[in-house]
């Protein structure tokens, strides 16, 4: 679609504003600047116009208007996608964000979420019940973004992905057309949805399955740099023999203290055998003399702040995805790499684990291209705006993306790729490439819907 020109947008605002009833349509003001604020503040897209919808008969009108009018269209859940997806520079964003309710039915284990609900959101009104989902590490992060293109996270050893997860949805199609989606209703389009991210149209709710899981066993532990290369090599062969209960994050950071970076480990126990949780987190505090321990029982609300407060929404941020097989000693020299050579306060390599449940999986069954148990590296770039040192922390990222190509996988994780990491997208998908692209054809063949990056096929 063309960008929007003035006459374009006094067009379409015209046309929405007639249209759009409960809602807002706005391009400029408190408003406007609120819809066009999202977690990476290096992103400068300014929508020509910006829809706050109040309804999903909203943002059906606010497609159809775009399309009418001729202008490329976004949707915004959480605001989080740090390439920027969710803004469309002088075309119209369709801004789901006031759309956050979540409902809960206990006995049947599954939470209905609306379009623009955080993943906080989800496990806060799970948490009365003794209920949660498989979510993110992120609880600012919107659960439909997650759900859609992935959903790694501290429960997915034993519960799978978020997208394995969602039992339905609620779409508007590239036409217009409101549909739900499941396994018996437009199958193609379901499984499309469940790892090919927004590309098929606005959801405006969904139902995911929730677990009982009052409760887990999680925290931080760091060691001193010093100990990184013997912390990484028994972190190696402690995790080839985890259960599905225990998934660990970890990676590095800049210290508490001097500016030294340590590894952290951030594991979570989500089983029922509190006994058998303690042991298992027991063997992380035998890997090296421990800097900081802190272990213990904790909701998931309280874990999914904690990582809110570290990476805050308006710091600048460049983040680069690699896929390993395993902790290999190439991997852990990049790791190594990584702490040495940080440039910021703030950034960070965060490497999440997709095994157990997730990996039973049937790679054929959903859209997600990789069941095959691996390690997702997130390098994270993150500085404050003031900082006049990008370039160096972008390089820092691209520099670390480079290193690990000896090690890593074809493809990469969708939900954080980059416009531009071509070679990764045309393997995002593995087998799945192909019917993938069908289903796009055929739900969207003018492309209206880019939230994450497909292969291109001629």
């Not at 948490?127 to 996270?153: D, E, I, N, R």
């Not at 790499?337 to 306060?345: D, K, M, R, V």
Request: hydrophobic share 40%.
């Amino acid at each position: 679609m063309p960008e929007m020109t003035h006459q374009r947008l006094v067009r379409l605002t015209d046309m929405l504003r007639r249209t759009i009833r409960t809602g807002q349509v706005v391009t400029a003001g408190p408003e406007y600047e609120a819809g066009r604020r999202i977690w990476n503040g290096a992103v400068s897209a300014r929508p020509g116009v910006i829809v706050r919808c109040a309804s999903p008969a909203e943002a059906r009108d606010a497609v159809l208007a775009a399309r009418e009018a001729g202008v490329p269209l976004s949707v915004r859940g959480g605001g989080h996608d740090w390439a920027g997806r969710a803004l469309s520079d002088r075309g119209l964003t369709i801004d789901l964000s006031g759309l956050r309710r979540v409902t809960v039915d206990p006995l049947a284990g599954v939470a209905e979420v609306e379009g623009g609900a955080t993943a906080a959101d989800v496990v806060a009104a799970a948490q009365p019940f003794g209920l949660t989902a498989a979510t993110g590490s992120a609880g600012s992060v919107g659960m439909a973004g997650l759900t859609l293109g992935g959903g790694y996270g501290p429960l997915s050893g034993r519960f799978g992905l978020a997208l394995d997860n969602l039992l339905s949805a609620d779409v508007v199609l590239a036409d217009g057309t409101l549909v739900t989606v499941d396994e018996e209703r437009e199958p193609d389009l379901f499984w499309a949805l469940r790892g090919g991210g927004g590309n098929f149209g606005v959801v405006t709710s969904m139902r995911v399955r929730l677990h009982a899981v009052e409760s887990v066993l999680s925290g931080m532990v760091m060691y001193q740099w010093d100990q990184a290369a013997n912390v990484l090599a028994g972190l190696s062969d402690f995790l080839a023999g985890s259960p599905d209960e225990l998934t660990v994050q970890f990676g590095v950071l800049p210290g508490p203290k001097d500016d030294d970076p340590v590894v952290f480990l951030a594991p979570t126990w989500s089983g029922h055998d509190a006994g058998a949780g303690r042991r298992a987190l027991a063997g992380l505090d035998a890997l090296g003399t421990p800097l900081v321990s802190q272990l213990g029982p904790t909701t998931m609300p309280e874990m999914l702040a904690g990582i809110d407060a570290q990476f805050p929404f308006g710091r600048h941020v460049e983040i680069r995805p690699r896929s390993v097989s395993s902790l290999t000693a190439g991997v852990r020299d990049v790791l190594t790499l990584a702490g040495s050579t940080l440039t910021s306060p703030y950034s960070a390599v965060s490497v999440h684990s997709l095994h157990g449940a997730a990996a039973r999986v049937p790679v054929t069954r959903t859209a997600f291209g990789n069941r095959d148990p691996h390690l997702m590296i997130e390098i994270i770039a993150l500085w404050e705006p003031d900082d006049d040192r990008a370039s160096e922390h972008r390089a820092w990222a691209s520099n670390l993306t480079s290193a690990l190509e000896p090690e890593a996988l074809p493809g990469g994780y969708p939900n954080l790729l980059g416009r531009d990491e071509v070679a990764q997208v045309a393997h995002a998908y593995g087998p799945n490439t192909e019917r993938l692209l069908a289903v796009k054809r055929h739900y969207d063949p003018d492309n209206v819907f880019r939230a994450i990056s497909l292969p291109v096929r001629s």
